[in-house]
């Protein structure tokens, strides 16, 4: 057997000696075939080998894929995300709701501060009379609808009583039935200012509470929205994986691919250009 080979090709020149041409024509034929075979097969195994382990590693991978999708989804059912900034989450709405509430709020409360201060400079005075004067002069009591009913029947008492002492005298009983309207609707104002005192300080006290309890609104959804950057930063961390798992997977599909079309391109690469001739 004689072979020989080409500078820069992949051409073998293959001969064979035997007394007999048929003979060596048949043995060189059945040579070439064997060989042709055999680097099929040694192709086909490696190729075969190649697209079996990208077939596992494709597999593999999918299903890594699928994994982190699926822990990536239900981490952002299960924490509520439906934002991918904390500045517009519901936590962050909330707090704004809130912060708009508290504005109003201490607004009011500035307001009836104000008016408990009044009060209190009305208190100040030594004479009832003057007293009394003092509470009427502050709005929210000297326009209250009952306190305003009360003076007009406490000034009718007066004006008639004025009237009756054109007529008689301090002791007459209808005299002494005037003073004693007189002082019963003078008590009934009287009354009736402290009642509209107690309605401011009671809300007040009111405000107070809704205060407090805005306060402690407003520092759960602190507390909530700095959860909720914590897990936006988690979720981001299970986005990240997500993201190098499919590319990876791409990668995988891509180069099983090419394997394919290489071990087709491969498996045709030994021809037999010329058959045995017997010489």
Do not use: C
């Amino acid at each position: 057997i004689q072979v020989t080979t080409k500078r820069d090709s992949w051409i073998i020149s293959v001969a064979l000696r035997d007394e007999d041409p048929e003979r060596a024509r048949n043995a060189l034929a059945a040579l070439l075939d064997a060989y042709a075979a055999s680097q099929t097969a040694q192709k086909s195994n490696r190729a075969s080998g190649a697209l079996s382990f990208l077939s596992v590693s494709v597999d593999t991978s999918r299903k890594g894929l699928e994994e982190a999708r699926r822990r990536e989804q239900d981490f952002r059912i299960g924490k509520a995300i439906i934002s991918a900034t904390a500045d517009t989450s519901p936590a962050s709405q909330r707090i704004d709701l809130l912060n708009r509430e508290r504005a109003t709020l201490d607004q009011q409360l500035a307001e009836t501060q104000a008016l408990l201060q009044q009060f209190d400079e009305a208190d100040k005075a030594t004479e009832s009379a003057d007293r009394l004067k003092g509470l009427l002069r502050i709005e929210s009591v000297g326009r209250h609808p009952v306190v305003v009913e009360q003076q007009q029947q406490l000034y009718s008492a007066e004006d008639n009583a004025k009237a009756l002492s054109q007529k008689y005298g301090d002791l007459h009983p209808r005299m002494l039935e005037a003073r004693e309207l007189i002082a019963a609707k003078h008590q009934r104002l009287l009354d009736t200012v402290a009642l509209a005192r107690s309605g401011v300080v009671g809300n007040h006290q009111k405000q107070q509470l809704q205060q407090a309890e805005l306060v402690k609104r407003t520092r759960a959804a602190e507390q909530e929205m700095n959860e909720y950057r914590t897990n936006l930063a988690s979720l981001q961390a299970l986005e990240s994986e997500t993201k190098s798992r499919e590319e990876m997977f791409n990668r995988l599909l891509t180069r099983m691919g090419e394997e394919e079309v290489s071990s087709r391109q491969d498996a045709k690469q030994v021809v037999i250009m010329d058959p045995p001739k017997a010489n």
